[in-house]
């Protein structure tokens, strides 16, 4: 039924469709309390505008039971907005519906939107954990329990997480498709549940419920320290599974010490080491009903605080892609290439007999010989094992681990039939697309895609292959504006954010890496361990990682969520320097990896690390003030502003003229306003020059890197940002291009031009070593691809592309580039190209909802064949005898 507006109009080429909620998991399992719904609009009528919506719940698909209703709210707002009325109770569900009121009159009513809440509170759970005695790096304990049902229920649904990780199976067939369940958050003051429909898994009279644990980041080695058992010593189950039945009784099937455990296939595993199977070991039927288990224990309660326990928010680890490998003929043996660097492991398809056995290690990439390079991997085998339990043909995978990898080497007394490497990864959806005329920069693109993919598991890693894979926080902060751009990633930052503030120390200090498991004898430097909270441009992603979220997707949620935790750290940084204009003289990170650095010293970079640490003080502070105003205290923002524009000021007094020597500092000078008005001109010129120079070699770290070709272009130098972006000489982007990368490299020359490998050495610790093919930090190029070679940008002034900047700067080396962006509105395009004559001729598509403003690249000569700024549609523009870079 069509809805009608006080003046009987409708708007009959418009149609509105909620596009997300409290989460992307298809709204099972949300948390409770208030929630929130955005929404997109279609509309092929030119000129129309949302002038008001409505927002309507109720527990019915007719929603005719327990209604509720905004009435009409005279807003453009659609991003983010809160559904009055509505607090979820556990369990609990509701639909949500919108319309929209434009010129024309009411749109029909959205698609409904179906919320179902988890278990908010700790008395809803009836379960207790339970566990049986194991051993860090030993069998993987199996836990089940049979029961009988008088019908098929007519919903079901497991909540489920546990102290180390799980695997749930019911009926002998899986609960999900998800991995490395519950992933990783501090477990001792968060521990994350999911909520799995499994109604079409049980069935009349008897079934059973099974669930094997893993060490994982629980109990297993984290750090290169060697640290095993961070969290806890015994492993658990924690599992509830409510049955409602057509009758409308219900009931409950819950973990407790009726339940009995052992053991079976998987006699190892660990994160870092991998897997070992003994397939003959494996208790066949163990998660059907009927089994027999009385040579089982009985499981034991472990402690657990229920107060910990919060529904799961961001997408859950994944299976994301297959690829074939392809054996390769070298002396060394049976080496396979999956031809792209990924995390996760390879999928065997073999031809043996009982009691054979098969090796799989794994590696980046090879040695000069053909043999793996397993150097960098450290202390972390990264090694699947198996004992086969059959004869004839069998798929064999690992269990509980990944690995960071490109190619594998099989050691099999069995035929290998086939070999494919298995991707993960936070199941994030893909946003951002991105084509240029130039190859080399799709395949740049593509790196910086699978970089981010093979890091985003459960937490935004360094690196997915080495003892280490930890949260560090600077790389997060230098590549947030790029994954927010490439994938839909707000879940997935704002629950990392939440782990964040709690490992927040007392005076609002944060760690370097989160969750953060390293002492101050982490990282030593000549021969003393460093105090690693609170380091300049890491513990500000904090602040910037928030912000970051904020611009690209519009919702203040993450500011709303992370404005305490944004302020203990500004406020934190405010009392460090004391009654000082400026913070005192102390360890940093600094501009890491600068390529001119001493290899062994990757934080003894060109730039004084004393500026760096106070560019990146008054950069959180303006943003806190930006941060006040939006969703806090307006006086503090007053407050803030002061303190950001005093920063600055004293900084570019003492440190600026030899901050603008070198590439970072003068990007930290022009995008983080450390360089006063008045020698912006100046700064910008001596930062072309210095590119110039270099001949576009990049001279940068993992600070520097995000900043300096947006500071060329904001300065008005796009042949300088050519240059360096297009260099094909080390250090430079494309220089991994061309020597086969196909994800981003720790250092910038880990590859060296004969084809060597970096030997990764460094000087904090005896024989410590660095060097990784998969980090993501240098990839933050990206988001000026988006930007400025492609022109897609959310304003400044209106985030979440409700304004669209764009702003194309063509190249004579890059004639053409197309780019979109799944926004909350919906997609934003642009399809630009030079054509003959030497027109710049644009294809651009804006969502209902936003506008577009128009910088383009204009000469004294150029005319424009349209308005500067447009609103949503399809539009075709024209700029004759336009600015091209290299001409």
Not at 308 to 315: F, N, S
Not at 464 to 476: H, I, M
Not at 499 to 511: C, N, S, T
Not at 623 to 640: F, R
Request: charged share 20%.
């Amino acid at each position: 039924m069509k809805s009608q507006s006080p003046d009987g109009a409708f708007d009959f080429s418009t149609r509105v469709v909620i596009v997300t909620g409290p989460t992307p998991l298809g709204l099972l399992g949300v948390p409770t309390g208030p929630q929130r719904v955005s929404w997109k609009v279609e509309s092929s009528t030119a000129g129309t505008r949302q002038l008001a919506y409505e927002i309507e719940s109720a527990v019915d698909l007719d929603f005719n039971h327990q209604p509720t209703s905004s009435g009409e709210i005279e807003s453009s707002l659609s991003i983010g907005v809160d559904v009055p009325g509505l607090a979820l109770k556990s369990r609990e569900t509701r639909h949500v519906r919108v319309r929209i009121r434009t010129q024309l009159g009411w749109t029909e009513w959205s698609p409904p939107l179906r919320l179902e809440a988890g278990l908010g509170s700790p008395s809803d759970w009836s379960a207790v954990a339970v566990g049986v005695p194991s051993q860090e790096l030993g069998p993987s304990p199996l836990l089940r329990h049979e029961f009988s049902l008088r019908d098929a229920p007519a919903r079901a649904r497991l909540y489920v997480t546990s102290l180390g990780l799980n695997d749930v199976e019911i009926n002998g067939q899986r609960a999900s498709d998800t991995l490395l369940a519950p992933g990783w958050t501090p477990y001792h003051k968060r521990l994350l549940v999911a909520t799995y429909d499994v109604t079409g898994l049980l069935t009349e009279g008897p079934n059973a419920i099974g669930a094997t644990l893993s060490d994982g980041w629980y109990r297993g080695t984290l750090g290169w320290e060697g640290k095993s058992a961070f969290y806890g010593e015994e492993l658990a189950l924690l599992a509830q599974l409510e049955l409602d039945h057509y009758d409308g009784t219900s009931e409950r099937i819950v973990t407790g010490t009726h339940w009995r455990g052992s053991f079976g296939s998987v006699r190892a595993s660990g994160i870092y080491h991998g897997s070992d199977i003994d397939l003959r070991a494996h208790p066949a039927g163990w998660s059907t009903p009927g089994f027999d288990d009385t040579g089982w224990d009985a499981a034991h309660e472990v402690p657990l605080d229920r107060a910990i326990l919060e529904p799961q928010t961001a997408p859950p680890v994944r299976r994301v892609a297959d690829f074939p490998m392809t054996p390769l003929d070298l002396p060394q043996g049976a080496v396979f290439d999956a031809g792209q660097n990924v995390s996760g492991w390879v999928r065997l398809v073999v031809d043996g007999r009982e009691g054979q056995t098969v090796t799989v290690r794994h590696a980046e990439v090879l040695e000069l010989d053909g043999s793996l390079h397993t150097r960098s991997l450290r202390k972390a085998r990264a090694t699947d094992t198996y004992i086969l339990a059959a004869d004839g043909i069998q798929a064999l995978e690992p269990a509980f681990t990944f690995h960071g990898f490109r190619f594998a080497d099989v050691v099999s007394q069995a035929r290998v039939v086939s070999a494919t490497a298995i991707a993960i990864s936070s199941d994030l959806p893909i946003r951002g697309d991105l084509e240029t005329a130039e190859p080399a920069l799709n395949q740049l693109h593509a790196n910086v895609r699978w970089s981010q993919r093979d890091n985003f598991v459960s937490v935004p890693t360094d690196c997915p292959q080495r003892d280490e894979r930890l949260g560090w926080t600077g790389d997060a902060q230098a590549f947030a504006a790029t994954a927010n751009t490439l994938f839909d990633s707000q879940s997935f930052w704002l629950s990392w954010l939440r782990d964040l503030e709690l490992e927040q120390a007392p005076d609002g200090g944060v760690a370097s890496v989160v969750p953060n498991v390293l002492s101050n004898e982490s990282f030593r430097v000549n021969g003393e361990g460093r105090d690693l909270f609170g380091r300049a441009g890491w513990a500000d992603a904090a602040s910037i990682v928030p912000w970051s979220v904020y611009e690209s997707y519009g919702d203040l949620a993450p500011l709303r969520q992370q404005l305490i935790s944004m302020r203990r750290w500004v406020d934190h940084l405010d009392a460090r320097r004391g009654k000082a204009p400026l913070l005192p003289t102390q360890f940093q990170f600094g501009d890491w990896l600068d390529p001119d650095a001493p290899s062994e010293e990757p934080w003894a970079s060109k730039v004084d690390s004393d500026f760096v640490a106070n560019a990146f003080f008054s950069r959180v502070a303006r943003i806190q003030s930006w941060t006040e105003h939006l969703v806090g205290d307006p006086l503090l923002a007053d407050h803030y502003a002061a303190m950001a524009d005093m920063i600055a000021s004293a900084a570019w007094s003492k440190w600026g003229e030899r901050a603008t020597t070198t590439q970072t500092g003068c990007a930290l000078a022009l995008e983080f306003g450390i360089a006063p008005p008045e020698d912006r001109h100046r700064v910008g010129a001596a930062l072309a020059e210095n590119v110039r120079t270099n001949r576009g070699r990049i001279s940068t770290g993992f600070l520097g890197t995000p900043l300096v070709l947006h500071a060329l272009s904001s300065a008005g130098h796009i042949d300088e940002a050519y240059l360096m972006l297009l260099c094909r000489e080390a250090p430079s982007w494309l220089y991994q291009v061309d020597r086969g990368a196909t994800t981003v490299w720790e250092r910038w020359d880990a590859l060296r031009p004969d084809g060597s490998i970096h030997p990764g050495n460094m000087a904090n610790h005896e024989d410590a070593q660095m060097l990784s093919f998969n980090h993501y930090a240098y990839g933050s190029v990206v988001d000026w691809l988006y930007r400025t070679v492609a022109g897609l940008a959310p304003d400044p002034g209106a985030p979440g592309y409700r304004r669209i900047r764009v702003a194309p700067r063509p190249a004579a080396s890059v004639p053409w580039a197309r780019a979109s962006i799944e926004t909350r509105l919906g997609a934003a395009s642009i399809d630009w190209s030079l054509v003959s004559g030497g027109a710049l001729e644009i294809t651009l598509r804006i969502p209902f909802g936003a506008e577009a403003v128009l910088d383009l690249p204009l000469t004294s000569r150029s005319t424009v064949s349209t308005d500067l700024v447009l609103e949503h549609g399809t539009h075709h523009i024209r700029v004759t005898e336009p600015a091209v870079s290299g001409t």
